[in-house]
């Protein structure tokens, strides 16, 4: 009977103890490392972008204790689903925000400052153990993703005589992605047209994984990707026409266009309500102050230098809703669509 009463009384100890330490505990519900004190921005979706944001996030809070910044990857799709439904601050994105996601941010009296901040050049990646692939052609490259591809082009040799009879695993970002529109966009001539049969995911890491653990596999996703992983993909270059040298993306040829047609720049895009917060002014006056250097530090293209005063007048101003996104837009650079307004 003693050890039942010893028992009891331990037990009581124990729960007031844990309530005690739950009462003087710092709460958050949507995010458990964020004190009460801090004031929380948050921004999700191109994975492509991340790196970048993240970077400029972590750089941003060492001066800035009393604000947290969260940054996800939901994708440049499912970001805009969240943004304009007014659920995040910032909107990573690799392509320009499309019509009706412009119309549903519309819908829900959520206003927008689109800012470029820099290039990517989307890198076409096998395994290390890959002998017969230097270049690809876009022509091969459609071949291998359109539709008419899923089920029927199975092997290497299908698209190329002169390269294996072995089965071709194929690894790309998923319908949610910034990435996925723009590759359709380009190589397959309609955007979100792809064979479905592939190894599909927003987080690029899982890709990289997918490729460098498979001899036969080939993948696509944002050139610092590949960078942050060089020691385990292989690059592949990328012609338009047969019997040219395949270009790789490097910062000239991105830069000057060489790299057609999977060079593009990468947004974000600010809510005009959010910057009634001044820690979101803020934290985008920081991000373009330092958008250059920290692009180039995660291994991505930075504009040149003569277009980020451009991308900070247009903040300044509070122009909003795209102009990249415009027909008038296609086939000019950054600085040249920044300076239409």
Same mark, same amino acid.
């Given at each position: 009977?003693?050890?039942?009463?010893?028992?009891?009384?331990?037990?009581?100890?124990v729960v007031?103890?844990?309530?005690a330490?739950a009462?003087?505990?710092?709460?958050?519900?949507?995010?458990?490392m964020?004190?009460? +004190?801090?004031?929380?921005?948050?921004? #999700?979706?191109? +994975?492509?972008? %991340?790196?970048?944001?993240?970077?400029?996030?972590?750089?941003?809070?060492?001066?800035?204790?009393?604000?947290?910044?969260?940054?996800?990857?939901?994708?440049?799709?499912? &970001? @805009?689903k969240?943004?304009?439904?007014? =659920?995040?601050?910032? +909107?990573?994105?690799?392509r320009?925000i499309?019509?009706?996601?412009?119309?549903?941010?519309?819908t829900?009296?959520?206003?927008?400052?689109?800012?470029p901040?820099?290039y990517?050049?989307?890198?076409?990646?096998?395994?290390? =153990?890959?002998?017969?692939?230097?270049?690809? !052609?876009?022509?091969?490259?459609?071949?291998?993703?359109?539709?008419?591809?899923?089920?029927?082009? !199975?092997k290497?040799?299908?698209?190329?005589?002169?390269?294996?009879n072995?089965?071709i695993?194929? @690894?790309?970002?998923?319908?949610d992605?910034? !990435?996925?529109d723009?590759?359709? =966009?380009?190589?397959?001539? !309609?955007?979100?047209?792809?064979?479905?049969?592939?190894?599909?995911?927003?987080?690029? /890491?899982?890709?990289?994984?997918?490729v460098?653990s498979?001899?036969?596999?080939l993948?696509?996703?944002?050139?610092? %990707?590949? =960078?942050q992983n060089?020691?385990?993909?292989?690059?592949?270059?990328?012609?338009?026409?047969? &019997?040219?040298?395949?270009?790789?993306?490097?910062?000239?040829?991105?830069?000057?266009?060489? %790299?057609?047609?999977?060079?593009?720049?990468l @947004?974000?895009?600010?809510?005009i309500k959010?910057?009634?917060?001044?820690e979101?002014?803020?934290?985008? #006056?920081?991000?373009?102050? /330092?958008?250059?250097?920290?692009?180039?530090?995660?291994?991505?293209?930075?504009l040149? #230098?003569?277009?980020?005063p451009?991308?900070?007048?247009?903040?300044?101003?509070?122009?909003t809703?795209?102009? @990249?996104?415009?027909?008038?837009?296609?086939?000019l650079?950054?600085?040249?669509?920044?300076?239409?307004?």
């Amino acid at each position: 009977m003693k050890k039942i009463i010893i028992a009891l009384v331990l037990i009581v100890v124990v729960v007031v103890g844990v309530q005690a330490l739950a009462k003087r505990a710092p709460q958050n519900a949507s995010n458990p490392m964020v004190s009460k +004190s801090q004031v929380v921005i948050k921004v #999700d979706g191109s +994975s492509t972008v %991340y790196p970048i944001t993240e970077a400029v996030a972590e750089e941003y809070q060492k001066a800035n204790s009393d604000v947290k910044v969260t940054v996800g990857i939901a994708g440049t799709g499912g &970001g @805009f689903k969240k943004f304009c439904a007014g =659920e995040t601050d910032l +909107s990573d994105a690799s392509r320009p925000i499309k019509a009706v996601e412009a119309d549903e941010c519309t819908t829900k009296a959520i206003e927008y400052i689109e800012l470029p901040i820099g290039y990517d050049g989307l890198a076409i990646v096998v395994n290390p =153990e890959n002998t017969w692939l230097k270049d690809i !052609t876009v022509s091969e490259l459609k071949k291998l993703w359109e539709p008419e591809a899923q089920k029927k082009i !199975t092997k290497w040799n299908q698209v190329n005589p002169a390269w294996p009879n072995e089965e071709i695993h194929l @690894f790309g970002p998923g319908t949610d992605s910034g !990435t996925f529109d723009y590759f359709t =966009e380009k190589i397959v001539g !309609t955007q979100g047209k792809s064979r479905g049969d592939y190894t599909a995911s927003e987080d690029d /890491n899982v890709l990289v994984q997918g490729v460098s653990s498979d001899k036969y596999a080939l993948g696509y996703f944002g050139v610092a %990707y590949y =960078e942050q992983n060089k020691d385990k993909l292989k690059l592949v270059g990328v012609n338009e026409e047969k &019997g040219k040298g395949g270009m790789l993306p490097t910062y000239e040829n991105v830069v000057k266009g060489a %790299y057609h047609p999977l060079s593009r720049p990468l @947004f974000v895009y600010v809510a005009i309500k959010s910057l009634e917060k001044p820690e979101v002014k803020g934290f985008v #006056d920081y991000y373009l102050a /330092n958008a250059a250097k920290l692009v180039k530090e995660v291994s991505y293209i930075a504009l040149p #230098d003569a277009d980020y005063p451009l991308v900070v007048k247009r903040f300044e101003s509070r122009k909003t809703g795209s102009i @990249f996104s415009a027909d008038a837009a296609k086939g000019l650079t950054v600085k040249e669509i920044l300076e239409l307004e």
